[in-house]
Every structure is written in structure tokens, then in C-alpha cells.
């Protein structure tokens, strides 16, 4: 006969308290047999191993709500995209506890060095700072909807409708950015494919052995390049909010990403990039660009009424931007013209 343990034995199995017990059972989680003339409650080996799994999900802070569900539906897909869910959520917290730590770091600078007067202004001026990066990173929304578009952008690649033909040279600009990023790096390194879409740009760094991540902020974008490629490491997040530790990669590659986010948002971008970068890594971004404002207003000054509207649709680079931004992390920024909208460029 199957062993039945009483609410006390099991308290003691898994040192939790009995009212911990009571109240998944409360919430519907678990559903003991309960004796038919004293009432008490009585569980089987099934129930053990359900209790352990909440056990388990509540160490990864998954709710109640979510581990029901996940009990609810037990397809693998079901429980990877609470998973997915919680790694952002998670990810979250930890972007906004880092920015209070570095605030905090500030500030005790601040009181050492200034006199008495003046500190209190320049403390109101970081936390002000660290509120506005905040800010940043949680507001950014993709109004473009590439979750929709991810069913259909390999085929809109290929037939690139716009008239601007930004995707004419696509190949061309994800080889070079390839070679670009692995020339004189062994294959031991680590890579990460930001806005790895369906995938195409990691799927080169896989086919050579390379060990890359790729990360999105469209679920169904991610859905799309596991189906392409079953053994792409994927993660759910954004440029603004890398969750990777510091110094974690050698090298982080872009395609046709960057251009999502205004000016702003990107000086926020390359710190991420930057933090998550090992010392000597390099970054390789591949995108819509134009060389200066010069550059851009004579351009513009080409394009017909639509054209424009689909450049300012987005946020094209511009390189001295880049150059600027990098610099101030002493790096350097080499670029390759790969057509009249597309560049490649190296940061060291
Ligand atoms: C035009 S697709 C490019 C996909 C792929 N890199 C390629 O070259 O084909 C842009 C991708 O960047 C992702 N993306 C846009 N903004 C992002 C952000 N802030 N953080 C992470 N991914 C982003 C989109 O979800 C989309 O998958």
C-alpha cells in the first residue's frame, strides 16, 4: 500500500510550517485526501513531489498565480515562458538595485569631498540622474510590434519592399559584421547577438562552433530562431537592461538593431554594452547610419516625402555620436561603409 504522511510529517520532510502547507492547499496548489471522521488531512507520494515543485518555483519567486498555471498547463513551452517572464522580472530588480548602489556610491563621495553646503545639491542631481536612467530603461516600448512582424521578416528581408532598400546588401552586412567580430579571436570566446531576431546572424557564429547568446526583447522573435536553430541559446531581453553579468562576453555583435532607439536610449545602451564587455572585447554593430549631420541633411534633402517619413520612423546613427560615446570608455571606432544607409562599425 502507497505510504500516507500526516501534515506534520510532511512539515518536517521539507522543514516548511504547517500553516505554509495549509495555505497552498488554500490556494489551490495542492489538494490532499482528507479522512472521512477526524477530517485530517493525509498525503500521498504524488502530493510530496507537487509540494517540492512549488517549493522549488518559489525559490525562483515565481507567484502563486504562475506556478498554478504552470500546473494548469505542463507543456514545456508553457513553463519556459514563466520562466522567461520571471528572468525579465528578476533582471528588472536587479537593474533598479544597481543603479541605487551606484547612486549610493556617489553620494558617499559627494559628502567626503564637499563642504557642507554644496553637497546637498549635487545629491539632489544624482538621484535625479539615476531616476531619469530609470526612467529609461523601463519606458522603452516597441512600437514597431516585431512580435507580429517575426512570422514574416526573413521573407520581408528578402523581398526588401521599401523603396529605401535598406536590406538590399542584408548578406553582405551580417557576413562582414561576422568576420568583423571573430578576425584575430580564437573560438573559445563568448559572444552575444543583440536583437538576434530569427536568428540569422548567430545562426553564422554557430555554424563556425562559436558559443553566442542571442537576445531579444520580442518573445515571438525568440520563438522564431529557436525553431530555426534548436541549439541557439536565447534570452528574453532588451539593449537597455543587459542581463548579463559584468565582463561576460568577448564580444558583442548587432544587426540591424541599434536603430530602435533614439539618442538617449542608445547613451544608455552603450554603457550596458560596455559593462557586460570583457576589457578587451569588441563590440560590432551593423546598421542604419549616417556619418555625420552634414551628411545626414544632404542625404535627407534626396529622398522623396515617403522615404523620409520611413528614415524618421526610426533612429538612424550618427557615427560622430558613436565615436563620442565610446570614446569617453576609451574606445575606438573604425567603420566600413557597406552602402548608402548601412555601416559597420568596430569599437576596440
Ligand atoms: C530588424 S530586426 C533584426 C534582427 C536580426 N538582428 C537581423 O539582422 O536580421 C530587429 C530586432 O531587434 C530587436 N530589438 C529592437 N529593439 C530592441 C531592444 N531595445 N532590445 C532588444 N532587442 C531589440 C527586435 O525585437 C528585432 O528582433
Do not use: C
Not at 500516507?4 to 495555505?23: A, L, P, Q
Not at 561576422?178 to 573559445?188: G, N, V
Not at 557615427?319 to 563620442?324: M, N, P, Q, S
Amino acid at each position: 500500500m502507497n505510504k500516507k504522511y500526516t501534515i506534520k510529517e510532511v512539515s518536517e520532510i521539507f522543514n516548511i510550517t504547517k500553516n505554509k502547507i495549509r495555505f497552498y492547499e488554500k490556494k489551490g496548489l495542492i489538494n490532499p485526501e482528507r479522512d472521512k471522521f477526524n477530517n485530517y488531512r493525509y498525503f500521498n507520494e504524488k502530493d510530496l513531489i507537487k509540494l517540492q515543485t512549488i517549493l522549488m518555483y518559489r525559490v525562483l519567486d515565481l507567484s502563486i498565480d504562475d506556478i498554478k498555471d504552470i500546473f494548469n498547463d505542463n507543456r514545456k513551452d508553457n513553463e519556459l515562458d514563466h520562466f522567461y517572464n520571471q528572468w525579465e522580472v528578476i533582471n528588472s530588480r536587479m537593474q533598479k538595485m544597481k543603479l541605487i548602489r551606484d547612486a549610493l556610491k556617489e553620494l558617499m563621495d559627494i559628502i567626503y569631498i564637499s563642504d557642507n553646503k554644496e553637497y546637498k545639491g549635487k545629491m539632489v542631481d544624482i538621484i535625479k540622474d539615476m531616476n531619469e536612467t530609470y526612467k529609461l530603461k523601463e519606458d522603452w516600448q516597441d512600437k514597431w510590434d516585431f512580435d507580429t512582424w517575426s512570422k514574416t521578416y526573413d521573407e520581408t528581408v528578402k523581398k526588401d519592399p521599401g523603396s529605401l532598400k535598406i536590406y538590399k546588401n542584408y548578406e553582405k552586412l551580417l557576413n562582414t559584421t561576422f568576420k568583423t567580430a571573430i578576425r584575430d579571436k580564437t573560438k573559445d570566446i563568448k559572444a552575444l547577438d543583440i536583437g538576434v531576431g530569427t536568428g540569422n546572424l548567430s545562426k553564422l557564429f554557430l555554424e563556425k562552433g562559436y558559443n553566442i547568446i542571442g537576445l531579444d526583447q520580442s518573445r515571438e522573435m525568440l520563438n522564431v530562431a529557436k525553431n530555426k536553430f534548436p541549439n541557439l541559446k536565447l534570452r528574453p531581453g532588451d539593449f537597455l537592461k543587459i542581463p548579463f553579468e559584468n565582463n561576460s562576453f568577448d564580444i558583442i555583435v548587432s544587426t540591424y538593431a541599434f536603430h530602435h532607439l533614439n539618442k538617449k536610449e542608445k547613451k544608455v545602451a552603450i554603457k550596458e554594452m560596455i559593462n557586460v564587455l570583457n576589457k578587451n572585447g569588441r563590440i560590432v554593430i551593423g546598421d542604419l547610419m549616417f556619418e555625420d549631420d552634414k551628411e545626414k541633411e544632404k542625404i535627407m534633402k534626396s529622398l522623396t516625402k515617403e522615404e523620409i517619413y520611413e528614415v524618421e520612423d526610426e533612429y538612424y546613427s550618427n557615427i560622430k555620436f558613436l565615436e563620442r560615446e565610446f570614446k569617453s570608455y576609451g574606445k575606438k571606432i573604425d567603420k566600413v561603409r557597406i552602402d548608402k544607409f548601412n555601416f559597420i562599425i568596430e569599437v576596440n
